[in-house]
């Protein structure tokens, strides 16, 4: 592996600029949810969003860029570090209390909601026609689950509405793990094909 950090270049100034865009509509599109419409802290979600979102994705992409350039370590790196910051600062650690099978998916939706901060733009934004389905398949399971959860809370009293909310993006964040594993599958496929075909061919 190359320690070495690559040279910031326009094609990747572009790509930083088009991440960060990605990235902030789609943490805007859950806080909006959970901060805004879950508890009525609208402020603070837009604080939130701005400074600690934004930050985390572009600490995301520069690793992405670098040591982070496999998609495994990419996503397991900020789902496990995602989590420990629930587990540790906001109280959201399995032994907290609750139904254990409540509380594993509820983990399991929290590193993939964390992973997926930094690890959706990086698939939103493939050039390789060959995601172009999976793309399509990802945006509208993210827009039909986003969608449901909004009117769900919605139509929820508003004592119980954050938790309704909180366990909708669960449930959609965790059904969005499928399509994260269809994307590293296609993308070592993609890389073992492109071997293929570098490689002479022998008579």
Known sequence: MDLKPPKPTKAMMVQFLKTMSVGYLLSFIVEFINMGIGQGEWVGMVLTVLIFYGLFIA???????????????????????????????FGMAPWAGG???VMMLIQVGMFSHWASVTFAPRLLLEKDPRYRGLKLRYIISY??????????????????RWTIMILGNVVVYSFLLVWYV??????????????????????
């Open 99 to 101: 139904l254990p099978c």
């Open 59 to 89: 600490v995301g992409f520069a690793l992405s860029q670098w040591i982070l350039k496999n998609p495994i370590a990419h996503f397991l790196v900020f789902g496990f570090i995602g989590l420990m910051a629930e587990w540790f600062i």
């Open 182 to 203: 269809n994307y590293i599958i296609l993308f070592y496929k993609a890389k073992k094909e492109e071997k293929t075909k570098k490689e002479p061919t022998s008579f």
């Open 143 to 160: 827009a039909i689950g986003m969608g449901l959860v909004f009117i769900l809370g919605l139509a929820t009293p508003a004592k119980a």
